[in-house]
């Protein structure tokens, strides 16, 4: 099993900037990927970016590229997504989700974290 812990939620103003970690413990070494996801009121949950385990591979949304980065320290088991030029669009819950090495390349994360609230003011 693998745990997922987000933090760095809160409230932020518009044009501000917000660091999301998220630290994975327990069957580390069967995760393939991480990401984080994010689902705003009356949405469906979208992915805002992925990442390889190695690293070597990342993969962001339309609506954030440009404006994130991705990372990931495998010494300190942590995921980190980096935001910028933050709008109300951006207010939503994140998700951190990882899925193993036994899923396949389309599959829905197996692992998913509490969610951590992201409020950006106008």
């Known amino acids: 099993q693998v745990q997922l812990v987000e933090s760095g939620g809160g409230l932020v103003p518009a044009g501000g900037s917000l660091r999301l970690p998220c630290t994975a413990s327990?069957?580390?070494?069967?995760?393939?990927?991480m990401g984080w996801y994010r689902q705003a009121p009356g949405k469906q949950r979208e992915l805002v970016a992925g990442?390889?385990?190695?690293?070597?591979?990342?993969r962001y949304s339309d609506s954030v590229k440009g404006r994130s980065t991705i990372s990931i320290d495998n010494a300190k088991n942590t995921m980190l997504l980096q935001m910028n030029s933050l709008g109300p669009e951006d207010t939503a819950v994140y998700y951190c989700?990882?899925?193993?090495?036994?899923?396949?390349?389309?599959?829905?994360?197996?692992?998913w974290g509490q969610g951590t609230q992201v409020t950006v003011s106008s």
């Open positions: 327990g069957s580390v070494f069967a995760i393939k990927d």
């Open positions: 990442i390889s385990i190695s690293g070597g591979s990342r």
């Open positions: 989700a990882a899925r193993s090495t036994a899923q396949g390349m389309n599959a829905t994360p197996r692992y």
